[in-house]
């Protein structure tokens, strides 16, 4: 499968089971797309009558670029056949049961009332509760116990508001430590916070134990406002900057990202990023809403033929701000062409409900924290392992070939059949998938390719 397009003066071919990426001149790009179903003959006629003012299109020339492309071919970097679709199943099977990361939920509670929030204000539609030690130290004992050969682990502090438990993820962090030597593991740990607890004591220990740390922060002082308020009302844009500005520096500006959540409010989302990064911030990141058709928050269809111009737009000023020495990163144009995802990865995804779990509280297991709370998702506790051996199954089963709308689709293999809790909330199923979720990320890969095609052109 071949997917071409233009974009900012580059006509890039992304060939999507070899992952070749072409980047060539107009004539070469027509080649390319008449290839599969027309004759050296038919491609050679229709180029000289498609280019008749041009002297360097000859019928020597387009054989010679036929000849080039039919030895990519040969080679597979084009038109590569998709032989993946019959050994997907095999690779999660291979993993054998390992768990490598957990996301502690650490705090059913928060102290702002987002009315966008997917985890209904951080109580996940059921009780506010807060993390004991003893059960975050038996969901640290089960991920050791669960993680098999592998050394490093990764452990997610995430909410409602985990800084509302803060004590908590202090000695849960002290007792990972005391287990890695014994025990032959390492430890990754995240915290993932609204900002509005940060103090010196948080910004000093985040600083020696957090690898990540993940700030919310929805842009503007009105766009942020708008929705990311108080029980109050009351908006959290004026408390949280100076934190987030004092916490980003003191970590060197790296190993943290702002994260941002875009909506019906804001689809020109860039004002946004920009805005953040004229703050100081570099490491950003800014997501699309994902509600309910008739939330006032949902992003509309117009809204998404603005935000695709947006990811243009964003794309372009990356490169300027680069060639002007003021370089930032947005999350998800980060594409690593030549060291990336193995086939593995690209096929089975993010692992949630088989290497990758979410526990709430009171110890119960969900597939990811976009699950919890729904009671026909829960896998079982970290007592008694991941009991619901049918759901774990269907889990496992899931991958970019078991939905059957990902099968002509040449983004696949970048996005792994996508996100299973935004397919099961739109479809009902997670071998769904959630179309405006799939248009913008298609969307973000071809800005994220046409951004590596400049940046290579300029070396």
Same mark, same amino acid.
């Given at each position: 499968m071949v997917h071409q397009y233009k974009l900012n003066g580059y006509n890039i071919v992304l060939d999507t089971c070899s992952g070749g990426i072409h980047v060539v001149d107009d004539v070469a790009y027509d080649v390319i797309a008449r290839y599969p179903d027309h004759t050296p003959e038919e491609i050679i006629a229709e180029l000289l009558e498609k280019y008749p003012d041009r002297s360097d299109v000859t019928a020597e020339e387009l054989t010679e670029c036929i000849a080039d492309v039919t030895e990519l071919v040969k080679t597979g970097q084009l038109y590569t056949p998709d032989t993946f679709a019959d050994i997907a199943g095999a690779?999660?099977?291979?993993s054998?049961?390992?768990?490598?990361?957990l996301c502690l939920h650490v705090a059913h509670t928060c102290n702002l009332n987002c009315s966008y929030c997917f985890a209904s204000q951080g109580k996940y539609h059921g009780d506010r509760a807060l993390m004991s030690f003893e059960v975050g130290k038996r969901a640290l004992d089960f991920l050791i116990e669960h993680s098999g050969s592998r050394t490093n682990l990764e452990v997610d502090f995430f909410g409602g508001e985990p800084l509302m438990n803060w004590e908590v993820v202090k000695q849960l962090v002290a007792y990972a430590r005391t287990q890695e030597e014994p025990r032959g593991k390492k430890f990754r740990f #995240?915290? %993932?916070?609204?900002?509005?607890?940060?103090?010196? =004591? +948080?910004?000093?220990? /985040?600083?020696?134990?957090?690898?990540?740390?993940?700030?919310?922060?929805?842009?503007?002082?009105?766009?942020?406002?708008?929705?990311?308020?108080?029980?109050?009302?009351n908006g959290s844009y004026d408390t949280i900057v100076p934190k987030f500005q004092k916490l980003a520096a003191s970590r060197g500006g790296k190993s943290y990202y702002?994260?941002? #959540?875009? %909506?019906?409010?804001?689809?020109?989302?860039?004002? =946004? +990023?920009?805005?953040? /990064?004229?703050?100081?911030?570099?490491?950003l990141s800014m997501e699309p809403v994902v509600c309910a058709p008739g939330d006032p928050a949902a992003l509309t269809a117009e809204d998404l033929e603005i935000v695709k111009e947006q990811y243009e737009i964003l794309a372009k000023e990356m490169l300027r701000r680069q060639r002007a020495g003021t370089p930032l990163t947005f999350y998800h144009y980060m594409l690593d062409l030549t060291g990336g995802p193995c086939i593995y990865k690209r096929i089975s995804g993010c692992g949630s409900g088989?290497?990758?779990?979410?526990v709430t509280p009171w110890g119960d297991l969900y597939p990811c924290h976009q699950f919890v709370?729904?009671?026909?998702?829960?896998?079982?506790d970290v007592w008694n392992g991941a009991t619901n051996s049918a759901l774990q199954e269907e889990f496992r089963a899931c991958n970019a070939y078991a939905r059957p709308g990902c099968a002509d689709?040449?983004?696949?293999?970048y996005c792994s059949g996508g996100c299973a809790a935004n397919a099961y909330h739109a479809s009902g199923s997670i071998r769904g998938v959630y179309e405006p979720g799939c248009e913008l990320f298609?969307?973000?890969?071809?800005?994220?390719?046409?951004?590596?095609a400049a940046q290579a052109d300029e070396t």
């Amino acid at each position: 499968m071949v997917h071409q397009y233009k974009l900012n003066g580059y006509n890039i071919v992304l060939d999507t089971c070899s992952g070749g990426i072409h980047v060539v001149d107009d004539v070469a790009y027509d080649v390319i797309a008449r290839y599969p179903d027309h004759t050296p003959e038919e491609i050679i006629a229709e180029l000289l009558e498609k280019y008749p003012d041009r002297s360097d299109v000859t019928a020597e020339e387009l054989t010679e670029c036929i000849a080039d492309v039919t030895e990519l071919v040969k080679t597979g970097q084009l038109y590569t056949p998709d032989t993946f679709a019959d050994i997907a199943g095999a690779f999660k099977e291979r993993s054998g049961g390992v768990v490598k990361a957990l996301c502690l939920h650490v705090a059913h509670t928060c102290n702002l009332n987002c009315s966008y929030c997917f985890a209904s204000q951080g109580k996940y539609h059921g009780d506010r509760a807060l993390m004991s030690f003893e059960v975050g130290k038996r969901a640290l004992d089960f991920l050791i116990e669960h993680s098999g050969s592998r050394t490093n682990l990764e452990v997610d502090f995430f909410g409602g508001e985990p800084l509302m438990n803060w004590e908590v993820v202090k000695q849960l962090v002290a007792y990972a430590r005391t287990q890695e030597e014994p025990r032959g593991k390492k430890f990754r740990f #995240t915290l %993932t916070t609204n900002g509005m607890l940060i103090d010196d =004591d +948080v910004i000093d220990f /985040a600083n020696r134990e957090m690898d990540n740390v993940v700030l919310s922060l929805d842009g503007r002082k009105e766009i942020h406002d708008r929705l990311r308020v108080d029980c109050a009302g009351n908006g959290s844009y004026d408390t949280i900057v100076p934190k987030f500005q004092k916490l980003a520096a003191s970590r060197g500006g790296k190993s943290y990202y702002i994260r941002g #959540t875009f %909506t019906h409010a804001n689809p020109d989302f860039t004002k =946004d +990023v920009f805005h953040m /990064a004229d703050l100081g911030f570099t490491e950003l990141s800014m997501e699309p809403v994902v509600c309910a058709p008739g939330d006032p928050a949902a992003l509309t269809a117009e809204d998404l033929e603005i935000v695709k111009e947006q990811y243009e737009i964003l794309a372009k000023e990356m490169l300027r701000r680069q060639r002007a020495g003021t370089p930032l990163t947005f999350y998800h144009y980060m594409l690593d062409l030549t060291g990336g995802p193995c086939i593995y990865k690209r096929i089975s995804g993010c692992g949630s409900g088989t290497e990758y779990m979410a526990v709430t509280p009171w110890g119960d297991l969900y597939p990811c924290h976009q699950f919890v709370g729904e009671d026909a998702y829960k896998l079982g506790d970290v007592w008694n392992g991941a009991t619901n051996s049918a759901l774990q199954e269907e889990f496992r089963a899931c991958n970019a070939y078991a939905r059957p709308g990902c099968a002509d689709c040449w983004a696949k293999l970048y996005c792994s059949g996508g996100c299973a809790a935004n397919a099961y909330h739109a479809s009902g199923s997670i071998r769904g998938v959630y179309e405006p979720g799939c248009e913008l990320f298609r969307k973000r890969i071809e800005c994220a390719v046409m951004l590596q095609a400049a940046q290579a052109d300029e070396t």
